[in-house]
Structure formats: structure tokens, C-alpha cells
């Protein structure tokens, strides 16, 4: 019961402190891969620690505590990240604050989970069933928060609630007068962080978002903040900025400028954007009969309607405004009459979720919803006149990208990169006579696009200064699974950590040469695991259980960052795919326990446990980029949840047949089973580092895959030797 409650607290803080780096972090995925990264580091030190403990088996109650009390201590720190390090709400911090938090915030809850597990199983009559608990708690702590704790009671206080739960089992089975003054004590702490709520509340969310906060909501998607500063209301979703209002000039530059290219503009599609003065000033033009307003979360306009003073956003009261909950991408797939107009307000492609709204493969779904005149405009932060290189990359390959998809394309300079988009060539303006004479038409007068103001945007001089920056940059067609303008953003922060060779050697280097000196370390590493002895039977299952580790983990990520590229939900599917994993393990260990596989024949069953391993990673890159691409939203997430389960399953397995093997199993008191654990761990955080870094935006989601595969067939080898050479009573005799 209390290792079960541990599980169930480590998915709960895990999701929770997930979810508060994507919102820090302006939804950049990396944060999730470092922060795993870290979470299994530390789990397995303190794994480690605990099964190396003098008096093996104690110390369970504390254990609990730390973490029950580090769990909700974690996720107020994250939020009162900004204050501490001196960014401002709505900016972008370091990678060095991303390398700093994600290192120390996990620490103390997982070294009291990884101790509590190595505790737990050493005390165990059977301990293939901590495993088992674990993992089955942690699966249904996952499909509580995602559907009661996270929509009913809010994030802060789900933690809470996990860390007294995790406290008081600690107090429960403390073996100690000093376990259960500590596990005392943290149940206590967690108590009264549960008590303090109406005050905790409001102070971080003022950590989060500055002074002024007049509206703050916790949604499945993301956290959402509505701050109010000298008159002016700004909204944060997911810790970046998303629009201010009133704020005409950019109202103005976003409706207008492609309103004014279209020859009778009636039917226009806003995708995120400005709900309130973009769709507003879309709104004036005489010829607009309809305006669809599509954003994934539908607690936004809620929000808009409930916290912005009368007036302020009448577009949302206008009959002609239809506002639609739903993706994006699902949105366009919808048949039904064209739109003339689109205008995208997605947010710069820092992350994944974002770059998917300047793929190849989005702007070629909206070239298909519009009209035979239909023209595109979206916006980017930069100035011409002083581009970075990352960011000249990042705008050269979002004009390669539209170029590829679009006959004509136009880029303007001004406060940000402005781009227009054309179905058919000839349509857009090359100089402002045309705009000034339909503004005139109109009978329009907007008070920021102003003759001078589009005689500076079409100015030759200053277009021919951005498209020579744009052209020297060499910009690459951004991809769903070949991300070139998250990779450019990722590029940017990695120049603040390494010298600029780092990314360019790992570019080359992911050739022929990189796959042969990959195949030849593999190679290596069988040979080494090969051993027939006893004891080098034991080193070489020992190998394995850290090869699958990293197999498992890098095949769980590859998960993550295929629906937040598919569908752009991972703050919200971060928990329920954590839970099928998890409920995957506990099948496995369930399978393993009650099943009497021993010596050889365990043996030979942990072999193909680990092919089974390699195949999926063989096999889950062209599911996702094929099939899985295709899919609708149910299905999709079907889809997921069962290969999330899958993974865990053959993850389950694995683990149990190794201890099967080693007799880690029957062995009470000893520390085995914490130092397996230590070992999966540790061979998950290996493989996590260098494919969230590097593997998945150099290589691709396909090439990460395979190439984490490869050390794993070595293994198989290993073992099947070991298997030959082993004795028909006991594999390790």
C-alpha cells in the first residue's frame, strides 16, 4: 500500500512539475526531457543509496515523507521561478535557469522515492509485488489527475493532497521513532500547505505572472492568467505571451494588412491569434459576413467573456463571431465552404507544439480550406535590421516553408516579420497603392495603417535588407517530424552552453560514419556482456535491465513528443500517458510473479523481451509519422494510451525476468532489487540526455528510435549467448 501510494505521488508531482516548466518554459518540450532526465537520475541515487543502506530495509517512513513533503515544495519553487531569477512574466529564461531548475527541483522528492522503493522491495516477502504496486498505483494516480484532481481541485492542490497521501503512508509503516517524527512532521507540512490553499493560490500565481492578476485558470491544456496593468488586460496561456488588449497598432497590422490583399474579403479564419481587437478589426471590413474563431481550449473565451470590463472584446458578442473549441489542425480537416482570409496567431515555433503550425504539412491543410483567392498572414518577432542568425534560421525557414506550399509569399518588415501568403501568384501587393485605394473603398481609416506607416513596410530599401538577411540564413521546409525551426530555436539555446562546433559536428557526424561508429560501440558493448560464467551471466542480465532502461524511456518520449506534434497536448497528456505506461509495468510484473519461468527458460524469455524492445523501437517512428498521422482526434488518443501500455508492458517483463533471473526476487533483506532499479534508471536517464538534446531534432524521430535500438540488439546477442552457455537447472549457477 505504500510503495502504491509512492507511485501514485511520483506521477501526480511528475505531471504537476511538468506542467509548470512547459508553462515557464513557453511550451518548449525540452523542459520535459531534462526534467525526466533528472527525476531518473536522482531516483536512482537514492535508489542506490537504499539498498546500500547499513541496515538494509529501514528508513521507509522518512523516505515517504521526503518525498510527500519535496513533491509540492518542487512545484512552488518552479512557481516562484520568475521572481527568483529575475525574468519577467511573458519572457524567455536561459537555458541555464532550464539546466538549473530542472537539476535541483526533482532532487528531494526522488531520492525519497528511489530510497522508499529499495526499502520496500529489501523488506518484501515477495518483492516482484513492489514492483507491481508501484507501478499500478502510479497508472491510477495518472487517470485521477487527469480527469478528478486536475479539473475538480486545481493543480496545487492535487499535489498536496499526493504529498499527505505519501506523508501519512510514511507515518503508516515508519519502523522508527525518528521515521515518525519526520513522517510526522511532512504530513503536518502538506496539511498545512492544504489549509493555506485560498492564500497559496493567489501568491503564486503573482509569482508566476506579476503584480495585477485579475483572472488565473487551471485547464486540462494549460494554465491560464489574465493580468491587468495600467488599463491595458494581457493574457498568458502556458507562461508565454498571447495578446493584449486594447492594443490597436498590432490589431491593426494583423487584420488589415491581409484583409486589405484580398479583393472582397467575407469569410475569415483566426487560428489563436487576438480574439478581441484583431477579430475586431477584422470585423470592420463591409464585406465580412463570418469570422471563425478557432482556439484548442475552450476555457479561453470563458475567461475572456467572465474577467474583461463590457466592451472591451465585443467581437466575442458579434453574431457574425463563431467560436470553435478544437485543434487546429482537426479544425481544417473539416470539409465545408471556403475561407478568404487566415490569419495565424500560434505562437513562435520555439517548441514543438508550435513549429507544427509552420509545417509543411499545417499551412498545406489551410492552402486547402481557403478560396481561389484566399490569402495567409502571420507574424514573428524579429528586426531586420538586427537579426541573429538563429533567428534570421528560424524566419528564413518559415518563408521556405510557406514558399513551398504557396505560389506567392511576401515578407514585410516592421515591429515583427510580417508574412503574406497567396493561393494564387499575383495577388498580393507589391506596393501600398492597392491597400490605400481599398482602405478608401472601405471607407476605413484604422489609426496605426497609415499611408507612411505601409509606405515604410513596402519600403524596397528595407525589403531588400530582410530578404538578404532572409536569403544568407538558408532557411530549411519546417516538418511535422523534421522540426527545422524548433531545431533552430533549440540551436539558439544550446550557442548559450557550448561552442557554436556542437550542433553543426552533430549534424555531420549523423552520416554514414555516425551510424557505423554507433554499430561498432554496440558491438563492443555485446562482446562484453557476453559472458558464460555465473557471474558474468549476472553482469550481462545487469547490462540489459539498463539497456531496456534506456529503450523504454527514449520509446516513452518519443510518445510525449508525438502527440504534442500531432495534436499539441502534452501538458494534458502528460499524466494519462504516464498512467498507461505504469499500468503496462504492473501487467508485466504481474505476468512475471505469477507465472513459474526460472533459470534457463527466464532466461530465454528476457531475450525476447529485449528484441521485443528493439522492434518497437524499429517500428514506432513510421507508425507515428504514417498511420498514426492520419488518424482522428479518438482514435489517435487511442492509439497512444495502447502503445503507452504496450511499452510499459514489455518494460514490466523485462524487469521482472531479470530478477527472476538474478534471484532478486527471492531474496528478502538483500539490497538487489534497489540496485536493478538504480540500474534501469540510470540506463533511461543515459539514453533520455542525448536523444532530447540531439537525437530527436538532428536525427529525427525515426532515426532516434533506431538508433537507440542498435545498443539494445547487442544485448539480445549477449543474452542469447548467455542462454547457450548456461546451465538447463539455473541460468546464474
Same mark, same amino acid.
Given at each position: 500500500?505504500?510503495?502504491?501510494?509512492?507511485?501514485?505521488?511520483?506521477?501526480? &508531482?511528475?505531471?504537476?512539475?511538468?506542467?509548470?516548466?512547459?508553462?515557464?518554459?513557453?511550451?518548449?518540450?525540452?523542459?520535459?526531457?531534462?526534467?525526466?532526465?533528472?527525476?531518473?537520475?536522482?531516483?536512482?541515487?537514492?535508489?542506490?543509496?537504499?539498498?546500500?543502506?547499513?541496515?538494509?530495509?529501514?528508513?521507509?517512513?522518512?523516505?515517504?515523507?521526503?518525498?510527500?513533503?519535496?513533491?509540492?515544495?518542487?512545484?512552488?519553487?518552479?512557481?516562484?521561478?520568475?521572481?527568483?531569477?529575475?525574468?519577467?512574466?511573458?519572457?524567455?529564461?536561459?537555458?541555464?535557469?532550464?539546466?538549473?531548475?530542472?537539476?535541483?527541483?526533482?532532487?528531494?522528492?526522488?531520492?525519497?522515492?528511489?530510497?522508499?522503493?529499495?526499502?520496500?522491495?529489501?523488506?518484501?516477502?515477495?518483492?516482484?509485488?513492489?514492483?507491481?504496486?508501484?507501478?499500478?498505483?502510479?497508472?491510477?494516480?495518472?487517470?485521477?489527475?487527469?480527469?478528478?484532481?486536475?479539473?475538480?481541485?486545481?493543480?496545487?492542490?492535487?499535489?498536496?493532497?499526493?504529498?499527505?497521501?505519501?506523508?501519512?503512508?510514511?507515518?503508516?509503516?515508519?519502523?522508527?521513532?525518528?521515521?515518525?517524527?519526520?513522517?510526522?512532521?511532512?504530513?503536518?507540512?502538506?496539511?498545512?500547505?492544504?489549509?493555506?490553499?485560498?492564500?497559496?493560490?493567489?501568491?503564486?500565481?503573482?509569482?508566476?505572472?506579476?503584480?495585477?492578476?485579475?483572472?488565473?485558470?487551471?485547464?486540462?491544456?494549460?494554465?491560464?492568467?489574465?493580468?491587468?496593468?495600467?488599463?491595458?488586460?494581457?493574457?498568458?496561456?502556458?507562461?508565454?505571451?498571447?495578446?493584449?488588449?486594447?492594443?490597436?497598432?498590432?490589431?491593426?497590422?494583423?487584420?488589415?494588412?491581409?484583409?486589405?490583399?484580398?479583393?472582397?474579403?467575407?469569410?475569415?479564419?483566426?487560428?489563436?491569434?487576438?480574439?478581441?481587437?484583431?477579430?475586431?478589426?477584422?470585423?470592420?471590413?463591409?464585406?465580412?459576413?463570418?469570422?471563425?474563431?478557432?482556439?484548442?481550449?475552450?476555457?479561453?473565451?470563458?475567461?475572456?467573456?467572465?474577467?474583461?470590463?463590457?466592451?472591451?472584446?465585443?467581437?466575442?458578442?458579434?453574431?457574425?463571431?463563431?467560436?470553435?473549441?478544437?485543434?487546429?489542425?482537426?479544425?481544417?480537416?473539416?470539409?465545408?465552404?471556403?475561407?478568404?482570409?487566415?490569419?495565424?496567431?500560434?505562437?513562435?515555433?520555439?517548441?514543438?507544439?508550435?513549429?507544427?503550425?509552420?509545417?509543411?504539412?499545417?499551412?498545406?491543410?489551410?492552402?486547402?480550406?481557403?478560396?481561389?483567392?484566399?490569402?495567409?498572414?502571420?507574424?514573428?518577432?524579429?528586426?531586420?535590421?538586427?537579426?541573429?542568425?538563429?533567428?534570421?534560421?528560424?524566419?528564413?525557414?518559415?518563408?521556405?516553408?510557406?514558399?513551398?506550399?504557396?505560389?506567392?509569399?511576401?515578407?514585410?518588415?516592421?515591429?515583427?516579420?510580417?508574412?503574406?501568403?497567396?493561393?494564387?501568384?499575383?495577388?498580393?501587393?507589391?506596393?501600398?497603392?492597392?491597400?490605400?485605394?481599398?482602405?478608401?473603398?472601405?471607407?476605413?481609416?484604422?489609426?496605426?495603417?497609415?499611408?507612411?506607416?505601409?509606405?515604410?513596410?513596402?519600403?524596397?530599401?528595407?525589403?531588400?535588407?530582410?530578404?538578404?538577411?532572409?536569403?544568407?540564413?538558408?532557411?530549411?521546409?519546417?516538418?511535422?517530424?523534421?522540426?527545422?525551426?524548433?531545431?533552430?530555436?533549440?540551436?539558439?539555446?544550446?550557442?548559450?552552453?557550448?561552442?557554436?562546433?556542437?550542433?553543426?559536428?552533430?549534424?555531420?557526424?549523423?552520416?554514414?560514419?555516425?551510424?557505423?561508429?554507433?554499430?561498432?560501440?554496440?558491438?563492443?558493448?555485446?562482446?562484453?556482456?557476453?559472458?558464460?560464467?555465473?557471474?558474468?551471466?549476472?553482469?550481462?542480465?545487469?547490462?540489459?535491465?539498463?539497456?531496456?532502461?534506456?529503450?523504454?524511456?527514449?520509446?516513452?518520449?518519443?510518445?510525449?513528443?508525438?502527440?504534442?506534434?500531432?495534436?499539441?497536448?502534452?501538458?494534458?497528456?502528460?499524466?494519462?500517458?504516464?498512467?498507461?505506461?505504469?499500468?503496462?509495468?504492473?501487467?508485466?510484473?504481474?505476468?512475471?510473479?505469477?507465472?513459474?519461468?526460472?533459470?534457463?527458460?527466464?532466461?530465454?524469455?528476457?531475450?525476447?523481451?529485449?528484441?521485443?524492445?528493439?522492434?518497437?523501437?524499429?517500428?514506432?517512428?513510421?507508425?507515428?509519422?504514417?498511420?498514426?498521422? &492520419?488518424?482522428?482526434?479518438?482514435?489517435?488518443?487511442?492509439?497512444?494510451?495502447?502503445?503507452?501500455?504496450?511499452?510499459?508492458?514489455?518494460?514490466?517483463?523485462?524487469?521482472?525476468?531479470?530478477?527472476?533471473?538474478?534471484?532478486?526476487?527471492?531474496?528478502?533483506?538483500?539490497?538487489?532489487?534497489?540496485?536493478?532499479?538504480?540500474?534501469?534508471?540510470?540506463?533511461?536517464?543515459?539514453?533520455?540526455?542525448?536523444?532530447?538534446?540531439?537525437?530527436?531534432?538532428?536525427?529525427?524521430?525515426?532515426?532516434?528510435?533506431?538508433?537507440?535500438?542498435?545498443? &539494445?540488439?547487442?544485448?539480445?546477442?549477449?543474452?542469447?549467448?548467455?542462454?547457450?552457455?548456461?546451465?538447463?537447472?539455473?541460468?546464474?549457477?
Amino acid at each position: 500500500m505504500a510503495v502504491a501510494c509512492a507511485g501514485g505521488a511520483a506521477v501526480v &508531482g511528475q505531471a504537476a512539475l511538468g506542467r509548470e516548466l512547459l508553462g515557464l518554459f513557453a511550451g518548449l518540450e525540452l523542459a520535459v526531457g531534462l526534467l525526466l532526465f533528472f527525476w531518473l537520475a536522482w531516483a536512482g541515487l537514492g535508489g542506490l543509496l537504499g539498498s546500500r543502506a547499513p541496515r538494509v530495509g529501514r528508513g521507509l517512513g522518512a523516505a515517504l515523507a521526503l518525498a510527500g513533503v519535496g513533491l509540492p515544495l518542487a512545484v512552488l519553487l518552479a512557481r516562484a521561478a520568475r521572481p527568483l531569477l529575475g525574468v519577467a512574466p511573458g519572457g524567455f529564461p536561459q537555458l541555464g535557469h532550464l539546466l538549473l531548475l530542472t537539476a535541483l527541483l526533482p532532487a528531494a522528492p526522488c531520492l525519497g522515492l528511489g530510497w522508499a522503493f529499495a526499502a520496500a522491495w529489501a523488506g518484501a516477502a515477495r518483492p516482484l509485488a513492489v514492483y507491481r504496486a508501484e507501478a499500478a498505483g502510479a497508472a491510477l494516480a495518472g487517470l485521477a489527475f487527469t480527469f478528478l484532481l486536475l479539473p475538480f481541485l486545481g493543480l496545487l492542490a492535487s499535489v498536496l493532497l499526493a504529498g499527505v497521501l505519501a506523508a501519512g503512508c510514511g507515518l503508516w509503516v515508519a519502523d522508527s521513532r525518528a521515521s515518525r517524527r519526520l513522517a510526522g512532521l511532512g504530513l503536518a507540512a502538506c496539511l498545512a500547505g492544504l489549509a493555506s490553499l485560498p492564500a497559496l493560490e493567489p501568491a503564486s500565481a503573482a509569482w508566476r505572472f506579476g503584480p495585477g492578476v485579475a483572472a488565473v485558470q487551471e485547464t486540462p491544456y494549460q494554465t491560464l492568467a489574465l493580468t491587468r496593468q495600467e488599463g491595458q488586460y494581457t493574457l498568458f496561456a502556458d507562461g508565454g505571451w498571447r495578446f493584449t488588449a486594447p492594443d490597436p497598432e498590432s490589431a491593426q497590422w494583423a487584420a488589415h494588412l491581409a484583409l486589405l490583399s484580398h479583393p472582397a474579403p467575407a469569410r475569415v479564419l483566426l487560428l489563436g491569434g487576438d480574439p478581441c481587437g484583431q477579430a475586431g478589426e477584422a470585423l470592420l471590413h463591409p464585406s465580412v459576413r463570418s469570422l471563425d474563431v478557432v482556439d484548442a481550449d475552450p476555457a479561453v473565451p470563458g475567461l475572456l467573456r467572465r474577467a474583461l470590463p463590457p466592451g472591451l472584446c465585443p467581437a466575442l458578442a458579434d453574431a457574425r463571431v463563431r467560436v470553435h473549441a478544437e485543434d487546429a489542425t482537426a479544425f481544417l480537416d473539416r470539409p465545408g465552404e471556403p475561407w478568404d482570409v487566415a490569419l495565424l496567431g500560434l505562437g513562435e515555433p520555439v517548441g514543438l507544439g508550435q513549429a507544427r503550425f509552420v509545417s509543411q504539412e499545417f499551412l498545406a491543410a489551410v492552402r486547402r480550406a481557403l478560396g481561389p483567392d484566399g490569402v495567409l498572414y502571420l507574424a514573428l518577432p524579429g528586426n531586420p535590421a538586427a537579426l541573429g542568425p538563429a533567428q534570421a534560421r528560424v524566419l528564413a525557414g518559415v518563408r521556405a516553408t510557406l514558399g513551398a506550399v504557396f505560389p506567392e509569399v511576401l515578407a514585410l518588415p516592421g515591429a515583427s516579420v510580417r508574412f503574406l501568403a497567396a493561393v494564387r501568384p499575383g495577388l498580393l501587393p507589391r506596393d501600398p497603392e492597392p491597400l490605400l485605394h481599398r482602405l478608401a473603398e472601405r471607407g476605413l481609416e484604422p489609426a496605426y495603417v497609415r499611408p507612411d506607416s505601409l509606405a515604410d513596410a513596402f519600403s524596397p530599401w528595407a525589403r531588400a535588407t530582410l530578404d538578404a538577411a532572409l536569403d544568407a540564413a538558408a532557411g530549411e521546409v519546417n516538418h511535422r517530424f523534421a522540426p527545422a525551426a524548433h531545431l533552430a530555436a533549440l540551436r539558439a539555446w544550446l550557442f548559450q552552453l557550448a561552442p557554436g562546433w556542437v550542433l553543426p559536428a552533430a549534424r555531420a557526424g549523423a552520416g554514414l560514419g555516425f551510424w557505423a561508429g554507433l554499430a561498432a560501440l554496440s558491438g563492443l558493448l555485446g562482446w562484453g556482456l557476453a559472458r558464460r560464467t555465473a557471474r558474468g551471466v549476472a553482469r550481462c542480465v545487469s547490462g540489459c535491465v539498463a539497456l531496456a532502461g534506456g529503450a523504454n524511456m527514449v520509446l516513452s518520449l518519443a510518445l510525449l513528443l508525438g502527440i504534442q506534434v500531432l495534436a499539441g497536448t502534452l501538458a494534458s497528456r502528460l499524466a494519462l500517458l504516464a498512467a498507461g505506461v505504469m499500468a503496462g509495468l504492473a501487467l508485466g510484473a504481474a505476468r512475471v510473479q505469477a507465472a513459474g519461468w526460472s533459470g534457463r527458460d527466464a532466461l530465454a524469455r528476457l531475450a525476447a523481451a529485449q528484441a521485443g524492445l528493439c522492434l518497437a523501437l524499429a517500428g514506432l517512428g513510421p507508425l507515428l509519422s504514417g498511420p498514426a498521422a &492520419g488518424m482522428p482526434g479518438l482514435a489517435r488518443d487511442a492509439l497512444f494510451a495502447g502503445l503507452a501500455c504496450g511499452v510499459g508492458l514489455l518494460g514490466g517483463l523485462h524487469f521482472g525476468l531479470a530478477a527472476r533471473v538474478l534471484g532478486a526476487d527471492q531474496a528478502p533483506g538483500a539490497g538487489l532489487g534497489g540496485r536493478l532499479y538504480a540500474l534501469d534508471l540510470a540506463g533511461a536517464a543515459l539514453f533520455l540526455l542525448p536523444a532530447t538534446l540531439l537525437g530527436f531534432p538532428l536525427l529525427g524521430f525515426t532515426g532516434t528510435l533506431l538508433a537507440a535500438a542498435i545498443p &539494445g540488439i547487442a544485448g539480445v546477442v549477449a543474452l542469447l549467448a548467455a542462454w547457450r552457455g548456461s546451465s538447463p537447472g539455473n541460468a546464474v549457477s
